[in-house]
């Protein structure tokens, strides 16, 4: 069973950068899956921010596509998301998750963490 | 992008009741590839439905989807006190892959 953890700061200031990790066990990131991190901002629906290959190739949300950088780190067995010059705007919950490829649903999650972006 | 409205936003309907959710694209979503996912409070989304109409490993038979093109549609037969719940649909056909805002499935 796969299972995915996230971890970073709950807390980033405006203008700098949110970085987040996504360890995963059960499940060797090198293999296969394509993972990814969407998030949800309080009260909104969800937004899919981007997703990463086992291989490296990156596909990114077009409207974050300039702020945005996921990366693998397979010795880790862990994939991040770096966000730069964050807002209020970004101030969200975001999860980690798994698909089979691109053109699968998601059908493993992280259990998620708050992103307030503050001063 | 494909911009997925869901209605209504919000369902109020007692256990036992069938719940009738609707989700519609802005423009046809490719092969069918839209899925539904529960999301209760304080927790992650769970896949049910994708392809429109399969059911996800473990997904009890009273979920049921369906549509193509543009409509799609997620019915609960017989509402389980533990199906009260936020419901979105998602396209993955297209890229970016979008979410509708949900439907929120209340206790009457």
């Known amino acids: 069973q796969v299972q995915l953890q996230e971890s970073g700061p709950g807390l980033v200031k405006p203008s700098e950068t949110l970085s987040l990790t996504c360890a995963v066990s059960g499940y060797s990131i090198s293999s296969g899956y394509y993972w990814g991190w969407i998030r949800q901002s309080p009260g909104q629906g969800l937004e899919w921010i981007g997703s990463i290959s086992q291989s490296g190739s990156t596909y990114y949300s077009p409207s974050l596509r300039s702020r945005v950088t996921i990366s693998l780190d397979t010795s880790k067995n862990q994939f991040s998301v770096k966000l730069s010059s964050v807002t209020a705007a970004d101030t969200a919950v975001y999860y980690c998750?798994?698909?089979?490829?691109?053109?699968?649903?998601?059908?493993?999650w992280g259990q998620g963490t708050l992103v307030t972006v503050s001063s | 992008d494909i911009v997925l409205t869901q209605s209504p936003g919000t369902l109020s309907l007692s256990p036992g009741e069938r719940a009738t959710l609707s989700c519609r694209a802005s423009?046809?979503?490719?092969?069918?590839?839209l899925a539904w996912y529960q999301q209760k409070p304080g927790q992650a989304p769970r896949l049910l439905i994708y392809?429109?109409?399969s059911r996800a490993t473990g997904i009890p038979d009273r979920f049921s989807g369906s549509g193509s093109g543009t409509d799609f549609t997620l019915t609960i037969t017989r509402l389980e006190p533990e199906d009260f719940a936020v419901y979105s649909c998602?396209?993955?056909?297209?890229?970016?892959?979008?979410f509708g805002r949900g439907t929120k499935v209340e206790i009457k």
């Open positions: 998602q396209q993955y056909g297209n890229s970016p892959w979008t």
């Open positions: 392809a429109a109409s």
């Open positions: 998750a798994s698909s089979f490829d691109t053109m699968t649903p998601v059908d493993y």
């Open positions: 423009q046809r979503v490719s092969s069918s590839h």
